[in-house]
């Protein structure tokens, strides 16, 4: 009962207070970077989050998120602990020491790893030391501050390229055979299942991609009920069947995994897929 007043109290607020609606949209909703947001406007990010899923419109749901990350994501980087100490190092590593038995074993030689959502860029850094036979690395982020910060933060890295970008569109634009895509800790979750699977079958069309990707699963949601992307927890991000996306895309799966205890709304699956 309690939740539905909220739900109808921050629907009433959005009708008589849309300057307000519009200001906090174009901000982004996803979450309430350092409690920024007062009562009312928690209640009115609820709503409009609850009325986009409700109406199915999951594109809207992907514009409130971009919006977010493009207006929001340096603030919400500068605030947080190291995603590099407190979570990837801890949790991603295994993956990545595959990977690099995979690509000993490989004829092909991979030119390019590319960050899709590189937020502060220190996990790409620490990537490009630990695969010094790669020649270019790229950050790709929505936030035109964080990149401009992360440019002359790693200025010294003359093998590191940041870009200010939605990272699906740059790599339509800039895709190349022999390109490995990463994403850690969750940057897929805000983009919804037709846009991921037009971004794999486009690199299926590439030849030699490697994907890897670790990404937040919802612990509430069932795939075998439900095969599709579903919203799940506080944000009303994108809990996707990424198994399923991959392979029917093209891609065949050579590493499988899930982080637990990380989050109480989600587990971390970390899956590495090869088109073949």
């Not at 020491?97 to 220190?122: A, F, Q, R, V």
Request: hydrophobic share 35%; glycine share 6%.
């Amino acid at each position: 009962m309690k939740k539905q007043i909220k739900e109808f109290t921050g629907a009433i607020l959005v009708q008589l207070q849309p300057k307000k609606a519009e200001s906090l949209i174009k901000k982004g909703i996803s979450f309430n970077v350092g409690n920024e947001l007062n009562s009312n406007e928690r209640l009115m990010r609820a709503a409009l989050l609850k009325q986009a899923e409700k109406n199915k419109d999951f594109n809207l749901l992907a514009n409130y998120h971009k919006n977010f990350w493009e207006q929001t994501g340096r603030k919400y980087f500068s605030e947080k602990e190291s995603v590099l100490n407190n979570f990837f190092l801890p949790h991603c590593l295994p993956v990545f020491e595959m990977l690099k038995k995979l690509l000993k074993d490989s004829p092909e030689k991979y030119h390019t790893m590319i960050e899709i959502g590189t937020g502060n860029g220190e996990v790409l850094e620490y990537l490009s030391r630990q695969f010094p036979q790669i020649e270019k690395f790229v950050g790709i982020d929505l936030s035109a501050d964080q990149i401009g910060f992360n440019t002359k933060k790693y200025q010294q890295y003359p093998n590191i390229d940041f870009v200010a970008a939605d990272g699906a569109e740059w790599i339509r634009e800039n895709g190349t055979d022999n390109i490995i895509i990463i994403t850690s800790g969750g940057v897929l979750e805000y983009f919804t299942q037709q846009q991921l699977t037009h971004l794999f079958n486009y690199l299926n069309h590439l030849k030699n991609t490697i994907f890897i990707a670790i990404e937040p699963i919802g612990v509430d949601v069932d795939f075998t009920k439900n095969p599709n992307s579903q919203p799940y927890g506080i944000e009303r991000s994108f809990s996707h069947n990424y198994t399923q996306l991959f392979e029917d895309t093209g891609f065949s799966l050579w590493y499988q995994s899930v982080i637990e205890g990380v989050q109480k709304e989600a587990d971390f699956g970390v899956f590495g897929a090869i088109n073949l």
